[in-house]
Structure formats: C-alpha cells, structure tokens
C-alpha cells in the first residue's frame, strides 16, 4: 500500500475514533454505576421541582451535544435548565450511596447517570424524585 493510502487510513481512523468517544466514556461511565435509581412513585406535577419553569419542550441530553458544549462559547455561558440540574442531583445522590472511588471515575458516572436519567425519564419524574430528595431549599 502506498503512504499517501496508509495516510488517508489513519485520517479516517482517528476522526472515526474522536466521533466514537463521547459515546465510548458514556457506555464507561454507566459500566461504572452499581444499580439505577427509580423516579418517584408520585402523579407527576408537570413542573420544576425547585421552581415553576414549565417542563414543556425539554430536549433529553446525548453524550454528543454535552461534548460539543466544551466547545461552543455561547452553549458554556448559557444557563443549565434546571431538569438537567435536577437530574444532576438525583444521579448524584445515587453515586452517594454506592463504594468511594476516585475522582474521574466519579466525574464520569455522575455524567454519564445523569445523561442516563434526561433520557430514560420523563422531565416530570426528574422533578418529582429531586422534589422526593429534598433538594429543594425553601
């Protein structure tokens, strides 16, 4: 095979290996959690736990768009909706309870969980298990 071949190779192996990643360490990340945790036992109230914003609309993360926000100026100085804050609590309370680790393992399941959550829940059972936690300051 001819370099400029083997080079045109490893172009493609390496873009297909970036595009790959996010969802490799996500897969990692969620390998890493013991057990899910399960969304309230409640009728859904349809609201934020910690605040009245509507949940109509609500797009659920992927390990993709989370990736691309590192990169987007305008995505880093946006605010976080509060479901993915909610979401980022319930994940993180589950984490609590299981054995220590270190610290990127931790980053990486808190992540990846959280992403887990927006996509297998409802934006209402996110608020109504942060609202079960109390995570919400009066």
């Not at 609590?96 to 931790?106: A, E, N, S």
């Amino acid at each position: 095979m001819r370099a400029a071949g083997r080079a045109w190779i490893s172009v493609v192996v390496l873009v297909a290996g970036i595009a790959l990643l996010p969802g490799l360490l996500y897969l990692l990340g969620l390998a890493w959690v013991d057990g899910w945790p399960h969304p309230a036992d409640r009728k859904p109230s349809g609201v934020a736990a910690c605040s009245s914003e509507p949940r109509a609309g609500y797009q659920p993360m992927n390990p993709w768009h989370f990736t691309a926000q590192f990169f987007d100026k305008d995505a880093r100085k946006a605010k976080v909706p509060v479901v993915e804050q909610e979401a980022y609590w319930v994940a993180r309370r589950h984490l609590m309870q299981q054995p220590r680790h270190g610290m990127l393992r931790w980053q990486l399941s808190s992540t990846a969980l959280t992403i887990w959550i927006t996509r297998h829940w409802s934006a209402a059972q996110i608020a109504d298990t942060a609202r079960r936690e109390d995570f919400c300051s009066k």
